[in-house]
């Protein structure tokens, strides 16, 4: 008796369990054709990427000396410590390249975070970001972005992704460009 008992619940939780995956498959994205039998095959309906593509030279994005991080001071208080209203950082920069007709296009990213300062409130910090391509002494592309980001608390950072999606320029011969992104406040103010 108590093995059919015992039997039974198993069967039960077996059944219950086909049932919720049977509900489950139901409610996927994919209307019908689950395992891509027949003609409707998307995978076949994207373009392949070809070896070479995946081969072909995109220029690695790195930071310059000292674009890594960006102050925010409270009025008059410039490079006073207690007045920093946020740091910003960089931590970490990516790219995809693309060729298409002689022209390379590139989609540089920039990751990273806001730390309110001894000054700070919640609120939008403006960071200008610059990305840049340069071959020898010769700049292809260069683009300065006034990037914002929202800060909701005063105590806690507050992590960013900035994409510059519009980097183009010829296509290079060689393997001789590079991209650079970071902070770029301007030449300094004069004092007066």
Same mark, same amino acid.
């Given at each position: ?10 069967? +039960?939780?077996?059944?219950? $369990? ?79 390249? $693309? ?46 972005? +006034? ?7 005063? $105590? ?37």
């Amino acid at each position: 008796m108590e093995f059919r008992l015992n039997n039974s619940r198993f069967i +039960k939780g077996f059944a219950f $369990s086909g049932f919720i995956l049977a509900v489950a498959g139901c409610q996927s994205g994919d209307n019908g054709n689950v395992l891509n039998v027949g003609g409707n095959n998307k995978a076949a309906a994207e373009p392949k990427v070809l070896e070479s593509e995946l081969r072909a030279y995109c220029p690695l994005v790195t930071l310059r000396e000292g674009t890594a991080y960006f102050n925010t001071y409270a009025k008059g208080g410039q490079d006073d410590p207690t007045k920093v209203l946020y740091q910003a950082s960089i931590t970490d920069v990516t790219r995809t390249c $693309s060729n298409a007709g002689g022209t390379m296009t590139i989609n540089v990213a920039v990751a990273g975070k806001v730390v309110p300062g001894p000054a700070g409130a919640p609120g939008n910090v403006t960071m200008p970001i610059r990305v840049a391509v340069i071959r020898g002494d010769e700049v292809l592309y260069s683009q300065l972005h +006034k990037h914002q980001v929202a800060v909701g608390h005063a $105590s806690a950072a507050t992590q960013f992704v900035f994409n510059d999606q519009s980097v183009s320029f010829p296509a290079p011969q060689g393997t001789d460009v590079q991209v650079f992104a970071g902070y770029d406040e301007g030449p300094p103010k004069k004092q007066q």
